[in-house]
């Protein structure tokens, strides 16, 4: 990944390239981010990764393999790569 030095957490309520949220998924952070007006949750634990809204899982599963998770992971029918991708969700804390 470019210039990987540079990426710093970014402010609330910001949104960051598929590169750099990358990043941080291979970096082992959890991440929260808002996508229209909802807030949502990819953790990490010594399980691997999923994604939450709010309780509730929404990825099928826990994977250790972050990319096919966001991949087959569809938040209101739009895989989560895509809203990633078109600078769709905002983060609002990267742990």
Do not use: C
Not at 13 to 27: A, M, P, V
Not at 44 to 60: H, M, T, V
């Amino acid at each position: 990944m470019d210039d990987q030095l540079n990426y710093n957490d970014v402010p609330a309520g910001e949104n960051i390239s598929y590169e750099h949220l990358l990043f941080y998924l291979e970096q082992g952070r959890e991440i929260e981010f808002v996508y229209n007006g909802n807030e949502y949750f990819i953790s990490n634990s010594s399980e691997g990764r999923a994604i939450w809204d709010g309780k509730a899982r929404i990825s099928s599963g826990i994977s250790n393999n972050y990319i096919t998770l966001i991949e087959s992971t569809n938040i209101e029918g739009i895989p989560l790569i895509d809203l990633i991708k078109q600078n769709q969700i905002n983060i609002t804390t990267v742990f």
